[in-house]
């Protein structure tokens, strides 16, 4: 059995061992060590990364009770190796791990949920609770667990008897009733769980809730800690000092200055709306009536705006009303009106003859042409039933 050093220290970063077994592996080689402070993938934590000797760890696992280091190059069996984890990494993770407990253990204390789904991305961690939580619950959990933090209370971890954990009042996801190791955080959780924690509560750094959302019946909550979160303050910070500038306005006030962009937008929006019918009334009334079809094409209306012309020039002429939007290099969008004719019936022939896929009701029908304009022209003057 491979000694688990990363029970005994949480913060050994390098260590020295002796190679037991080195086995070919789907990729790589499958390395066992007499003892290792590598963290294999559980718990909801990855597993740790870094070397044995010249070789590369990318990934660690426990199999069967084997704890396997997958390298990119074979090691030598009985070889004496010096080995060092990515400790930047095992310690982020630390620190988000044990905040997941600082969390988990507030809002089981609080409300009574638990946590039923635990994992930790690249960006963040996702924490799944289930039961809901407004928006007054989400902050005064996040307050409790920077206060946590800022009390740097200890973080202890041990394997209790049988008879001691019966007694135990902790959380845990399955039923276990051996070699069972119990997290402790003072006052704030008492928890089932096989990673490596931080010592203390004030390692963990910073907790942030970014996100919260319904999830299943219950609620999942989007969080980073530590320097995940500082990484994670300073990219906000960075798009929130781009938007200032862009806005003239002081970083603490780019909502008020958005909420007044967005105004003008309105506003702006509705002022083309109204040109856009003044223009269409003007479009309309430069058309003489005459027997037979109309066809315009156009750069310039919107979809509903295009519409009312189609209707107003319904009124203008004895068979359809046909206005086109776009190009021959990018195809054109199409709407269809008329007075007297059934266009859904007639909706196969049209599309037919300009390229078209599209439908609608009997007294329009829109879709897309990819015919050119010329042929489109002939094809609308033309077309009768």
């Known amino acids: 059995m491979t000694e688990k050093l990363y029970y005994q220290d949480s913060h050994m970063s390098r260590f020295d061992a002796r190679v037991t077994e080195c086995r070919k592996a789907e990729k790589g080689f499958a390395v066992i060590l007499d003892k290792t402070a590598f963290f294999p993938e559980g718990g909801g934590q990855l597993p740790d990364t870094g070397s044995i000797g010249t070789a590369e760890v990318f990934d660690v696992q426990e199999i069967n009770g084997e704890i396997l280091h997958y390298v990119n190059e074979e090691i030598g069996a009985g070889s004496s ?42 960006e963040c961690m996702t924490l799944d609770f289930d039961g809901e939580l407004d928006d007054k619950d989400i902050l005064e959990i996040e307050t409790l667990a920077n206060k946590a933090v800022r009390d740097n209370l200890p973080i202890t971890a041990a394997f209790p008897k049988p008879e001691e954990l019966i007694n135990l009042d902790y959380r845990s996801k399955l039923e276990l009733t051996e070699n069972v190791r119990i997290v402790t955080i003072e006052g704030i959780d008492c928890c089932a ?174 879709g897309s042409a990819g015919e050119s304009r010329e042929n489109i022209e002939k094809f609308v003057e033309n077309f009768s039933v």
Request: net charge positive; glycine share 10%; with cysteine.
């Open 193 to 366: 769980c096989c990673a490596p924690h931080a010592d203390r509560t004030g390692e963990v750094g910073i907790i942030k809730i970014l996100e919260a959302e319904r999830h299943r019946g219950g609620m999942r909550l989007s969080v980073v800690c530590g320097m995940d979160a500082l990484d994670n303050y300073r990219l906000r910070q960075d798009s929130n000092s781009a938007i200032s500038v862009l806005l003239s306005s002081k970083r603490d006030q780019t909502a008020q200055a958005v909420e007044r962009l967005i105004n003008e937008r309105d506003g702006y929006k509705e002022r083309i709306s109204a040109l856009s019918m003044e223009l269409v009334k003007l479009k309309a009334d430069s058309f003489t009536p005459k027997e037979g079809n109309i066809c315009v094409f156009d750069d310039i209306l919107d979809d509903v705006a295009l519409r009312e012309l189609v209707n107003l020039l319904t009124e203008k002429c004895s068979g359809l009303a046909a206005a086109f939007s776009g190009s021959d290099e990018k195809g054109w969008k199409y709407i269809i009106g008329s007075k007297t004719l059934d266009l859904r019936k007639n909706a196969a022939a049209i599309n037919s003859g300009i390229g078209g896929r599209g439908g609608g009701k009997p007294a329009m029908i829109q």
């Open 81 to 122: 190796v010096h080995c060092a984890i990515n400790y930047e990494q095992r310690l982020r993770r630390m620190q988000n791990h044990s905040g997941e407990h600082i969390v988990s253990g507030i809002t089981h204390r609080l409300h009574g949920y638990n946590n039923v789904g635990f994992h930790m991305g690249q």
